[in-house]
């Protein structure tokens, strides 16, 4: 599962950059609570929904099992499954995305991912008998209520 906070703009917009003050202010409040702090770097080569994650060598695809809007969240369910290179070098066009995140790890099942350039938070959560434990985390250092709990 995945969580994108910022600001739905109309029925089917959604804008995940968030202002400079509610960034600011959600950064620093990963930094204060001591989670575990990863810098990222990513190359992701992209076709449709087949990927190459260039630096851990890996193939997948993410199919898009359901998606709902709400004012301050975009809440993605994915179906995410290992593929074969094969699978992924036979499409003929790619786009490739340079991306580097700042990432929290909460526990086992939560990660925290702040794009300084984009201004944006994304949150990764499994999907797993913890899933609403997990989300009332998630309320909790956002101080927001998830409409899914």
Known sequence: MVIHLGQLKDENIFQTGLVDSDFEKH?????NGMYK????????YNYNNYYYNIPNYQY???DLVELERHPNQLIALYNK????PLDFECRLEYMRMDKEY???????HINIYFNHKRKSIKIEIEY??????NLKIIDGLFESKSPII
């Open 27 to 31: 950064l620093q409040k990963m930094i």
């Open 128 to 133: 797993n008998a913890y899933i609403k434990d």
């Open 81 to 84: 499954k290992d593929i074969s």
């Open 60 to 62: 997948y695809k993410m």
């Open 102 to 108: 700042q990432k929290f790890t909460i526990n086992n």
């Open 37 to 44: 702090y990863t810098l990222i770097k990513q190359n992701i």
